[in-house]
């Protein structure tokens, strides 16, 4: 549902100031939705997964996670206590001016967010083991960058927890293999995890380009919609192939046991070199975060995965 709000953008494509403040306001907002309200395809996906479980335990979870889903938005709180570290990704039309404040508003916003959501602050320097207690560091929030066509800006923001994060895993499996190989390596890397990811997960899968295209493409899969077949046929069958055969692991809700194991995966690739096969799996557990909205020239802002109402 669009939100209309007043022309400030027209006006901001001759001040970057004005953008930098629009941008932060509306990053600010999709932080506020994507930790406390789940895209409706995930609440959907995990209402489904309840009825359908057939294990005691694991469907004794998926009604705690829903009462905590519910909670969380009745309360307007963050729905898990790891708020993760923050992704962006900007697709900004290539008529916007100021595209450069656009990275200093994301900051801010993050900022503000740790402050008044409240986030919880998870950027730690690697080698102080300082936590900047704000959510920004060096390259963090990461933002990734596509120049689009257009005149307007869309901004995802993706909070990636950590326990789902620790288990994301690349392989570089023989060319020969093929679609065998990949199948494989998704199926033993769901098993490895375990409980760990806070399963029932969603898969992002990805092969080729090289090992750092191959995650990066498996991550990005990660914000598409779970209700949606992909658009490739071959790849739709593949998605629902590595479906099916993650629920049978029995690794079940929160790793209890049951067939709720995975909601949904999506699988994206790029041409791969004659020599090399990569392989990357990411994953997202069930409080799967994800916002988006559009900065339209003319001042409109439409949020796209959640119901905003002014």
Request: contains cysteine; aromatic residues 4%.
């Amino acid at each position: 549902m669009a939100l209309v709000l007043t022309s400030i953008f027209l006006t901001a494509r001759n001040s970057r100031l004005n953008i930098e403040n629009v941008v932060e306001d509306v990053a600010f907002k999709l932080l506020q939705l994507a930790v406390i309200e789940l895209p409706k395809d995930v609440k959907d996906a995990l209402k489904r997964a309840s009825r359908e479980e057939e294990s005691k335990a694991g469907k004794t979870q998926l009604e705690a996670i829903l009462q905590n889903i519910e909670l969380a938005e009745k309360t307007r709180t963050p729905v898990c206590q790891d708020t993760g570290v923050i992704i962006f990704y900007v697709k900004a039309g290539a008529d916007v001016k100021g595209l450069d404040k656009i990275e200093p508003a994301l900051k801010k916003a993050t900022i503000r967010a740790t402050k008044e959501v409240p986030l919880r602050p998870n950027a730690v320097d690697p080698f102080t083991q300082k936590n900047s207690g704000d959510n920004t560091g060096n390259y963090v929030p990461y933002i990734n960058w596509e120049i689009v066509p257009g005149d307007s800006i869309e901004i995802t923001v993706m909070p990636k927890g950590g326990g789902s994060e620790n288990v994301c895993a690349l392989g570089m499996i023989p060319p020969g293999e093929g679609t065998k190989g990949l199948k494989k390596f998704v199926i033993d890397t769901l098993v490895k995890s375990g409980a760990q990811p806070c399963p029932p997960n969603i898969l992002g899968v990805a092969c080729g380009g090289g090992a750092d295209i191959a995650m990066k493409l498996a991550k990005a899969a990660l914000l598409n919609p779970i209700d949606k077949p992909n658009p490739n046929p071959e790849l739709a069958k593949l998605e629902k192939e590595l479906l099916e055969a993650a629920n049978m692991t029995g690794i079940g809700p929160m790793g209890l046991g049951g067939k709720s194991t995975v909601l949904g995966v999506n699988v994206d690739y790029a041409f791969r070199h004659p020599a090399s096969y990569p392989v990357a799996v990411a994953f997202q557990c069930w409080a799967a975060r994800r916002a988006t909205a559009r900065i339209h020239s003319d001042g409109r802002i439409e949020y796209l995965t959640h119901k905003v109402v002014k």
